[in-house]
């Protein structure tokens, strides 16, 4: 039964490892490029959070009242 893990003497790791440090290279650009047009969800999200408290405590005050 053959070793299919080992190396076939062709295969250059050199290309996968250049690969891949393009790609990390390349990611932090991505994630700069997306992190000022992040911030308008994130308002939002915010916003959305402190009016649904804020619905949730004016039901309970008048179930209470």
Do not use: K
Request: glycine share 10%.
């Amino acid at each position: 039964m053959a070793n299919n893990q080992a190396p076939q003497g062709n295969h250059d790791p050199a290309g996968s490892t250049q690969m891949f440090r393009a790609f990390v290279d390349e990611a932090p650009q991505g994630r700069r490029a997306a992190a000022p047009s992040s911030g308008g969800p994130r308002i939002g999200l915010i916003l959305g959070v402190v009016a649904a408290v804020a619905i949730v405590a004016a039901v309970a005050w008048l179930a209470l009242a």
